[in-house]
């Protein structure tokens, strides 16, 4: 399986898989499993029927990088747009977006520009912007920019990777300045100097930091962002859910987080349960790095989309 892992990771870097693939029919028919759709409204009613059923949501438009300004101030613009377009439909979505799409590969403080407008939109409708987190070339300017853009009193984010060594440093860093963080295992094939190479470890590391974050020190107010754990992983749910019960969390002080279209029968336990949940919503017509990601995470999935399509 890590073979075939690393070879969907580096077909997700294929540029001439990825334009046959995000044109065509077929590639959209594969994408639906995992993508809400192409455009804001299709984003928006998955976002609505989410909430139907008593979960919250975050929207992301996928579009990885803005490689000239003019890209990344579309992007902002964008981004902006649809915290209007969810405030005016009442709905319960905040914001994900990646720094990329904001110019990061440009210029770091155009990105913190960028980001500052997009939060400062988010705040006046009492929302907020939860800053992706990219590849370990991306996470220290990535923190940087969250925290100079936290402490204007602005709305926004961050996330840790529990796959990195130094997520440990960093979610005590940003508690510090009381930031949230959304803890994840981590998306990006990384080396073995920067990140535990055993998914053992990784899970390990997952839980050590997920108690932490349960911890009545580690639990952050009520707000348009929370400390969340974000996992589709069994064991690490029934874990943390045990943690907090013994520490006598309350559901709204944290949120449980899934992937749209990813084990929508935990979702529905962790409501069960009493738990908030928010589902993470893409849409967009850049849609092929982030279904790879996916495909990667479970090969398995590659099999179980051919036989859809086969039998279609
Ligand atoms: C809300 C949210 C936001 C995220 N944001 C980021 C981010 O900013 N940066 C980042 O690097 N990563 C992000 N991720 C991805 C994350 O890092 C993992 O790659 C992803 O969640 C898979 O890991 P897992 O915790 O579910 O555990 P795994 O050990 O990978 O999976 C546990 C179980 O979950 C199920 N599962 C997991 N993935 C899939 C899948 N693709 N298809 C079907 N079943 C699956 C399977 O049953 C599997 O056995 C995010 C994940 C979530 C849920």
């Known amino acids: 399986m890590p073979v075939l ?5 580096s077909l997700s870097r294929n540029a001439r898989l990825r334009r046959v693939l995000e044109t065509s029919r077929l590639g959209r028919r594969l994408s639906s499993r995992f993508v809400a759709g192409t455009r804001l409204d299709e984003a928006l009613a998955a976002v609505a029927a989410c909430n139907g059923q008593g979960m919250r949501a975050t929207r992301d438009h996928l579009g990885e990088t803005g490689d000239s300004r003019q890209q990344a101030e579309a992007a902002a613009a964008a981004a902006a747009a649809s915290l209007n377009a969810i405030a005016e439909r009442g709905l ?9 799409q ?3 590969d440009l210029s770091e403080d155009l990105a913190a520009s960028l980001l500052l407008q997009v939060a400062s939109v988010a705040s006046r409708h009492s929302n907020g912007v939860r800053v992706d987190m990219e590849s370990s070339a991306y996470t220290e300017a990535t923190l940087r920019i969250v925290e100079r853009v936290h402490a204007m009193s ?4 961050a996330v840790l990777q529990a796959s990195l060594y130094r997520s440990a440093a960093d979610r005590q860093r940003l508690r510090e300045q009381g930031i949230t963080v959304r803890l994840v295992k981590g998306a990006y094939l990384e080396p073995a100097s920067l990140a535990w190479p055993r998914k053992e470890d990784v899970d390990a590391s997952f839980d050590q930091l997920a108690e932490q974050m349960l911890r009545p020190d580690g639990c952050l107010p009520d707000g348009p962002l929370r400390n969340a754990l974000a996992t589709h992983d069994r064991e690490r749910l029934m874990r943390a859910q045990r943690f907090a019960a013994s520490m006598g969390v309350r559901p709204q002080q944290f949120e449980f987080q899934m992937l749209y279209g990813i084990r929508r029968d935990l979702q529905r336990d962790l409501l069960k349960a009493g738990w908030q949940v928010r589902i993470y919503i893409p849409y967009g017509t ?3 790095p982030y ?17 859809n399509v086969l039998a279609a």
């Open 154 to 157: 602005l709305p926004v984010g």
């Open 102 to 104: 904001l110019g990061l």
């Open 286 to 288: 850049e849609w092929f």
């Open 5 to 9: 892992k690393s070879l969907l990771m």
């Open 291 to 307: 279904f790879m990601r996916r495909l990667a995470e479970r090969p398995a999935n590659l099999v179980f989309l051919l036989r």
């Open 92 to 100: 319960q979505c905040n914001l994900s977006l990646k720094l990329t």
